[in-house]
């Protein structure tokens, strides 16, 4: 989302400027790429790029490959054969290994539901959604490009009615959380990315004190919402946190008031002070929220338990299996720096459903697995 969100800003800002512009989508991949289907970057006349669709390798060429997308007004489909050391077009030895299909769509204004009024859509709601490319593989075929939106219980958006017979697999995908490539006639070598995409991380701390700057901070980095509260007035202020994206000053009580919590919502315990801590720990049970990280030693979340075990309140194993204490990757984090580093690579980790080691011991692919069905 956050490249998206990026993308999105730099084309208000382009059509403020009367600029033309150029979408290109990284819309298949055989093999390995450091960039993977749904991976977009936005093109400016004067080449200027928002985003990226490899690691800096295939950039060069894709500016001019979407310049001329602009300058004729139509989309067109590039392939980049990266295991091929002697690729002329290309001009580099990628080392990549994989073959990379990156479709550049020109952006009409003055076309109803055109690829970046779909990408909008996704900042409307804070919800997960289904938007899908139409592409075709063979040489000089007409490229549809980015064509359908879904989000449950609304409208369906379409820039071609005939993705409208997709609707099945998008339904499919957005059950199980998937993105697919989906061949759909093979006469003219179309296919379709039927890409899932869900919100950015909603991260809610309890605390504000010096701790917390650089963990906001890196937040901010990876495009994530942040929501700061704690007691005190003094420590809970938009000067000391500038990147955050609300602040309250509440009670333990009111803690859990105006804030809206879904699959993408991390919580973290970390005032410092340990009634306000165990006062929102206590609501944070009452939840369905799937991650509480708390700061602190063992010997403190032990406490906690006996605490709410006095109290009459049993923690269940489901709900500790939500209970991440103490907070953190084991990466030998010692400074405030290196514990929001931590903390921040946990939570990623677990929101991409990962273990959190060393990709030296992966014995699969880094990437998460694109299905492509027929």
């Not at 900042?123 to 939106?149: D, Y």
């Not at 899932?196 to 701390?205: A, F, G, M, R, T």
């Not at 204490?325 to 030998?332: E, H, K, M, T, Y």
Request: aromatic share 6%.
């Amino acid at each position: 989302m956050k490249e998206i969100s990026e993308i999105l800003k730099a084309y208000s800002q382009a059509k403020a400027e009367e600029k033309k512009t150029a979408l290109a989508t990284v819309v298949k991949v055989q093999g390995s790429s450091y960039r993977q289907p749904g991976a977009r970057m936005l093109v400016t006349e004067d080449g200027m790029l928002t985003g990226a669709i490899s690691g800096g390798c295939l950039e060069g060429d894709a500016l001019r490959k979407a310049l001329l997308s602009i300058n004729q007004k139509q989309n067109k489909l590039v392939t980049y054969n990266t295991s091929n050391e002697d690729d002329a077009e290309v001009g580099l030895q990628l080392g990549c290994n994989g073959i990379v299909h990156i479709l550049f769509e020109y952006i009409d204004e003055e076309v109803e539901n055109n690829p970046i009024q779909l990408l909008q859509q996704l900042e409307l709601e804070r919800k997960e959604a289904v938007i899908v490319t139409v592409f075709s593989l063979k040489r000089n075929a007409s490229q549809i490009g980015t064509t359908l939106f879904f989000r449950k219980d609304s409208p369906v958006l379409t820039l071609d009615n005939e993705a409208l017979s997709l609707i099945s697999d998008v339904k499919e995908a957005l059950e199980n959380k998937t993105t697919v490539v989906k061949k759909l006639q093979e006469e003219n070598g179309r296919e379709a990315l039927i890409e899932y995409i869900k919100p950015s991380i909603s991260l809610v701390i309890a605390g504000a004190g010096n701790d917390i700057q650089p963990l906001v901070k890196m937040a901010a980095v990876l495009g994530w919402r942040t929501h700061i509260a704690e007691g005190r007035a003094t420590h809970a202020t938009a000067k000391r946190f500038p990147k955050a994206s609300e602040i309250s000053v509440v009670k333990p009580e009111q803690f859990l008031e105006n804030i809206t919590i879904d699959d993408q919502t991390y919580f973290l315990l970390m005032t410092h002070n340990y009634k306000y801590d165990l006062a929102v720990l206590k609501l944070l049970l009452e939840t369905n929220c799937h991650y509480i990280g708390i700061l602190g030693p063992k010997s403190k979340f032990s406490r906690m338990l006996d605490d709410l075990l006095i109290e009459g309140i049993t923690v269940s194993q489901e709900q500790l299996s939500r209970i991440h204490s103490p907070v953190g990757l084991d990466i030998g984090a010692e400074t405030s720096e290196e514990i929001a580093l931590s903390i921040v690579s946990e939570i990623k980790a677990v929101a991409s459903e990962r273990a959190g080691t060393s990709l030296k011991y992966k014995s699969g692919k880094i990437h998460n697995e694109i299905h492509y069905g027929k």
